[in-house]
């Protein structure tokens, strides 16, 4: 049973960087498509950024220019960077784990992380 587990969140004010970890417990983790999703008090989660084994990436619109997304295969760790935070990025962040890129970005991956609390101050 993959385990997922997020840090890194915080209180910042708008304009503020923070940088995201999720750490995967398997050795398979280079086998795994990884994503960051996030839900907002209220709203539905949606999904954020995704990176597949082979580094290829995928941005959510609202983040685009502003977040990214990279993994280190020798630590098992997905990163999320965030620049430029907005009162909007207020959310929960989840980590995901899938086999199927495809379906993490979908929001259906194998595994969850429990979530990380980011909020931004205006």
């Known amino acids: 049973q993959v385990q997922l587990v997020e840090s890194g969140g915080g209180l910042v004010q708008a304009g503020d960087s923070l940088r995201l970890s999720c750490a995967h417990s398997?050795?398979?983790?280079?086998?795994?498509?990884m994503g960051w999703f996030r839900q907002a008090p209220g709203k539905e989660r949606e999904f954020v950024a995704s990176i597949r084994w082979n580094g290829y990436t995928n941005y959510a619109d609202s983040v685009k220019g502003r977040f990214t997304i990279s993994r280190d295969n020798a630590k098992n760790t997905v990163y999320l960077q965030m620049n430029g935070l907005q009162p909007e990025d207020t959310a929960v962040y989840y980590c995901a784990a899938g086999t199927i890129q495809d379906r993490v970005v979908r929001g259906m991956p194998d595994y969850w992380g429990q979530g990380t609390q980011v909020t931004v101050s205006s």
């Open positions: 398997e050795r398979t983790f280079s086998h795994y498509a």
